[in-house]
Structure formats: C-alpha cells, structure tokens
C-alpha cells in the first residue's frame, strides 16, 4: 500500500463525481459502509491471527497485506 495515502470519509465519497451526472444517495452510502465496515473486520481479524502466530503484538502492513489476500482467497471458494 502507498505510503501518505488518505483516508475518505464516506460522505464525502458521494460529493465526488467519478461520472458528473451521477450522484450516490445516503442510502447507498450506508450500505457501501456495512460492506466496507464487514470486510474490514474480517481482514483485520485475519491480520491479527498472522501477528499472533507471528509473535508479534503489533499488526503490521505485510499481515494486513496478507490477510486481504486470505480474504479474497476465501470470497472466491
């Protein structure tokens, strides 16, 4: 992942306009935040299991980076 990336906030995500006459209503923020918020949640439960195995007390980028792949290799199956 780039280094000095920022972070979005949702809202402000339906200001930007990928496509100028398309608009994302708050609905479909909220359930693109469920979404982001689940998958989130499974990678970073994924991270801290390879820290735990790891040793280590403290997730790092490339336990993250790994547990994203685990995730994605397991949404395939």
């Known amino acids: ?3 000095n990336k920022t972070l979005v906030p949702l ?7 990928w ?3 398309f608009r994302i209503s708050k609905p479909a923020t909220e359930e693109l935040r469920a979404e982001l918020e689940a998958y989130a949640s499974k990678v970073i439960k994924e991270a801290i299991k390879i820290a735990k ?7 790092q980028e490339k336990d993250v980076d790994l547990a994203i792949k685990l995730v994605k290799n397991e949404a395939r199956q």
């Not at 809202?11 to 306009?17: D, G, I």
């Not at 195995?53 to 997730?59: A, E, I, Q, R």
């Open 1 to 3: 992942m780039p280094k």
């Open 11 to 17: 809202a402000q995500l339906r200001k930007v306009a």
């Open 19 to 21: 496509e100028k006459e």
């Open 53 to 59: 195995v790891s040793g280590k007390k403290t997730v």
